[in-house]
């Protein structure tokens, strides 16, 4: 554990041309949330001179490595992604960018965990466990699953964009009728793949709280193209749901029960 200067740890998530190291987050959950709550709070932190120490008011940053050594009071870290902490980093980054060089602010601190593993269970363990004591829905505690990473991939190539970290694909300004998220892809493959339209409609969360219907629903058994043909297939419904030509008066329940042959 470390407690580590704001001036240090800008310089540890900024690039040589002065941009954010966004590589570093790729094992984060979520992506950045914007003005929320907890952001705004740290941004107020940051601009009161006579705030309490910064590591005081804020939970800090996990950093999860392969290997690293300590030379005096440095730190030199390998396979660096940062699992806990990113609505901090961001928030840091935005916020003391501009600000002038002898700035009193770059003195405070931020306390952070580096955790030396390259076991991939222990990663995921220790991913879900520092993201549970915030509120962080089911879906983006599975961000980080192998196949969730997989469909990410395929979709990509076919320039859709699977929002396995919430809100990335919007940050970077991509189009959002091609952006799908985890949730709506499990509720389309539970009511056109599994033809179970009940479900899908009646428990959207539970999907993917509970392990067995997970598992189901997202599968390695399942093709690639079969998800994107069903995220495809959900987004073209909906669009047509609130077009004029299809003439509703009211919200409609979009439940689907799609026979495959």
């Known amino acids: ?22 590589h570093i987050f790729d094992w984060n959950v979520r992506d950045y949330q914007g003005g929320v709550e907890v952001n705004k709070e740290i941004e107020q932190s940051l ?23 300590i030379v005096g009071k440095t730190y030199s870290l390998e396979d660096v992604q940062i699992v806990n902490g990113l609505q901090t980093s961001h928030t840091l980054f935005r916020t003391l960018t501009d600000r ?30 520092t993201n549970r004591q915030t509120s962080v829905p089911a ?3 599975r961000a980080t699953d192998e196949i969730q990473r997989a469909i990410e991939a395929y979709f990509l190539g076919k320039q859709w964009y699977y929002d396995r970290r919430k809100n990335y694909y919007r940050n970077i300004g991509k189009n959002p009728d091609r952006i799908v998220g985890i949730p709506l892809l499990a509720q389309a493959v539970m009511a056109m793949g599994l033809s179970q339209p009940n479900n899908s409609r009646a428990r959207p969360s539970s999907l993917l709280k509970r ?16 998800y994107l043909w069903l995220a495809e297939a959900q987004k073209t ?3 047509f749901l609130v077009s004029t030509e ?6 409609i329940e979009r439940t689907y029960d799609f026979i495959f042959r």
């Open 1 to 22: 554990m470390a407690l580590v200067t704001l001036r240090d740890y800008l310089h540890f998530l900024t690039d040589d041309s002065g941009r954010l190291r966004k």
């Open 139 to 141: 879906a983006s505690l």
């Open 211 to 226: 392990d067995e219907d997970y598992s189901r629903i997202f599968s390695h058994d399942v093709a690639l193209p079969t």
């Open 246 to 251: 299809a003439g509703t008066k009211r919200p």
């Open 237 to 239: 419904i909906d669009a």
């Open 100 to 129: 002038e060089e002898d700035d009193p602010v770059f003195t405070r601190s931020v306390l952070v965990r580096i955790l030396v593993t390259d076991d991939p269970k222990t990663r995921d363990a220790v991913i879900r466990a």
């Open 47 to 69: 601009a009161d001179p006579d705030a309490a120490e910064f590591w005081w008011l804020n939970n800090g940053v996990t950093i999860i490595c392969s290997q690293t050594s």
